[in-house]
């Protein structure tokens, strides 16, 4: 059987409300950030992101990069919101800043509500950087085999640059 894979978005789990898109602000925000638990190697195999932009403007820069430093996020992860993604008896993600297969906390797993503490970085590995529509979305998807590590102790963030806040819907799949 494969490893399981699981999704996570930059809100809480679905439950009986629509999950909220999150707003981006007008300088460098980390939009989510993910730190794998100790001996566990996650694989992201896809990404992506979606504004509610109404006109054409701008595009802002949206990141996947790898960095070894936390940025303080407004809002912890759940051990619910990591959701299984591939099969559906995939173990629950456990909760606290030492669950598994992800640490959930401010500053491990998060995501954006509001302002961030970036953090700074002095190692950084760029995975994907895209210029995306405030009225667009992009996807990626890995090639088989091609998929890449995150580093074991680092943290996976998707991070944005927008002139104008606009609010964000995004996700990973990962694999671990």
């Known amino acids: 059987m494969a490893s399981p894979t699981y999704i996570i978005y930059n809100s809480a789990m679905a439950t009986t409300a629509?999950?909220?898109a999150q707003?981006?602000?007008?300088?460098?925000?980390?939009?989510?950030?993910?730190?794998?638990?100790?001996?566990?190697?996650?694989?992201?195999?896809?990404w992506g992101c979606s504004f509610d932009g109404?006109?054409?403007?701008?595009?802002?820069?949206?990141?996947?990069?790898?960095?070894?430093?936390?940025?303080?996020?407004?809002?912890?992860?759940a051990a619910a919101d990591?959701?299984?993604?591939?099969?559906?008896?995939?173990?629950?993600?456990?909760?606290?800043?030492?669950?598994?297969?992800?640490?959930?906390?401010?500053?491990?797993?998060?995501f954006a509500t509001a302002a961030v503490t970036e953090g700074t970085t002095t190692a950084s590995r760029m995975v994907d950087i895209q210029l995306v529509?405030?009225?667009?979305?992009?996807?990626?998807?890995?090639?088989?085999?091609?998929?890449?590590?995150?580093?074991p102790q680092k943290y996976l963030r998707v991070r944005v640059t927008f002139a104008t806040t606009v609010n964000m819907i995004c996700w990973v799949i990962f694999e671990a």
């Open 18 to 20: 629509a999950p909220v």
């Open 23 to 46: 707003p981006t602000g007008t300088a460098i925000r980390t939009m989510m950030q993910l730190r794998p638990a100790t001996g566990v190697l996650i694989r992201p195999i896809a």
């Open 54 to 77: 109404s006109a054409a403007a701008t595009p802002g820069k949206v990141e996947l990069i790898e960095v070894d430093v936390a940025a303080t996020m407004s809002t912890a992860y």
């Open 82 to 110: 990591v959701q299984p993604y591939g099969y559906s008896t995939a173990p629950a993600n456990t909760a606290g800043s030492t669950g598994a297969p992800l640490n959930l906390s401010t500053t491990t797993s998060g």
């Open 133 to 151: 529509s405030p009225t667009n979305q992009f996807m990626q998807q890995f090639p088989l085999g091609r998929e890449f590590d995150v580093t």
